[in-house]
């Protein structure tokens, strides 16, 4: 079974940048698909960022376009998640997740990593 450990969020004011880091171990990641959610204080949780079959990349929220990129490095059993141009209202957690490739549901989880964008 694999495990996710995120890393890099922080306290970044408006219009900053950040890059969040998330290790996988335990598993064969090249079996898995890789995606970044966040859930925001009172809100559910966001699947923000992920890949397609083919490996490229797909926003599933139009207001991070532009502004975040995913990332990842299959050497180092790594995905990522560039974040420019913040705003306060990205202050969420942030969890990387996998799902095996005959999978449906994101099923592994890493601890999250908190994310605080102010004004």
């Known amino acids: 079974q694999i495990q996710l450990v995120e890393s890099g969020g922080g306290l970044v004011q408006a219009g900053g940048s950040l890059r969040l880091s998330c290790a996988a171990s335990g598993g064969t990641f090249s079996l898995y698909v890789m995606a970044w959610f966040r859930q925001a204080p009172g809100k559910g949780r966001e699947l923000v960022l992920g890949?397609?079959?083919?490996?490229?990349?797909?926003y599933y929220s139009d207001s991070v376009k532009g502004r975040f990129t995913i990332s990842r490095d299959n050497a180092k059993n790594a995905v990522y998640l560039q974040m420019n141009s913040l705003k306060p209202q990205d202050t969420a957690v942030y969890y990387c997740?996998?799902?095996?490739?005959?999978?449906?549901?994101?099923?592994?989880w890493g601890q999250g990593t908190q994310v605080t964008v102010s004004s």
């Open positions: 997740a996998a799902r095996l490739t005959t999978s449906l549901n994101y099923e592994f």
């Open positions: 890949f397609t079959s083919s490996g490229k990349e797909i």
